[in-house]
T-cell receptor
Framework: GNSVTQMEGPVTLSEEAFLTINCTYT??????LFWYVQYPGEGLQLLLK?????DKGSNKGFEATYRKETTSFHLEKGSVQVSDSAVYFC??????????FGQGTRLTINP | GEEVAQTPKHLVRGEGQKAKLYCAPI?????VFWYQQVLKNEFKFLIS????????ETGMPKERFSAKCLPNSPCSLEIQATKLEDSAVYFC?????????????FGSGTQLSVL
């Protein structure tokens, strides 16, 4: 079946540091890939998405590129802020199907 | 409404009691999903609906869990005879036809604590 694997957390960085959160997936065919963010006490919000190979999703300074050859969708940000502290989930779906989530990566940014 | 509304925000039950959670999807959204989040991570899919019809129930435990989406009523997720391991945050999400995962809107969850 489809699955998503994220790097183990928690991740702690200083403000303005470079961020990478790794995500790899296993799927038959061509899934759509997503990054969701969960702020404390809230539900998930879609951060960015990519629907086909080599697409780059971007939002709020975050980027991720759909790499079919390495089955990856790593999340990056050049300069993180304290307000980026949250839990980040990589996910995939195929067609009108349910989202399959990774285990989540807790990110803490210190001033 | 313009947001997915989940009630109650917090629910405490003794082991063996029934728990019922509610979700009002965004108006016009015909897909509804229920997810269970344990230990602050691990989103586990439970069930989805297309209007009032079950779309995918592969994640629902066979016993004790049931769900409905009836016309003109909030959707509901019911757990009969709760167990300690049912303690989790239960999230509901909705989307429009043809945009199921592309634009999935989540509610803020119901925290269920089974004591």
């Amino acid at each position: 079946g489809n699955s998503v694997t994220q790097m183990e957390g928690p991740v702690t960085l200083s403000e303005e540091a470079f961020l990478t959160i790794n995500c790899t997936y296993t799927a038959t065919g061509y899934p759509s890939l997503f990054w969701y963010v969960q702020y404390p006490g809230e539900g998930l919000q879609l951060l960015l998405k990519a629907t086909k190979a080599d697409d780059k999703g971007s939002n709020k300074g975050f980027e991720a590129t759909y790499r079919k050859e390495t089955t990856s969708f790593h999340l990056e940000k050049g300069s993180v802020q304290v307000s980026d502290s949250a839990v980040y989930f990589c996910a995939l779906t195929q067609g009108a199907q349910k989202l399959v989530f990774g285990q989540g990566t807790r990110l803490t940014i210190n001033p | 409404g313009e947001e997915v509304a989940q009630t109650p925000k917090h629910l405490v039950r003794g082991e063996g009691q029934k728990a019922k959670l509610y979700c009002a999807p965004i108006k016009g959204h015909s897909y509804v999903f229920w997810y269970q989040q344990v230990l602050k991570n691990e989103f586990k899919f439970l069930i989805s609906f297309q209007n009032e019809n079950v779309f995918d129930e592969t994640g629902m435990p066979k016993e004790r869990f049931s769900a409905k989406c009836l016309p003109n009523s909030p959707c509901s997720l019911e757990i009969q005879a709760t167990k300690l391991e049912d303690s989790a945050v239960y999230f509901c999400a909705s989307s429009q036809p043809g945009q199921v995962a592309e634009k999935l809107f989540f509610g803020s969850g119901t925290q269920l604590s089974v004591l």
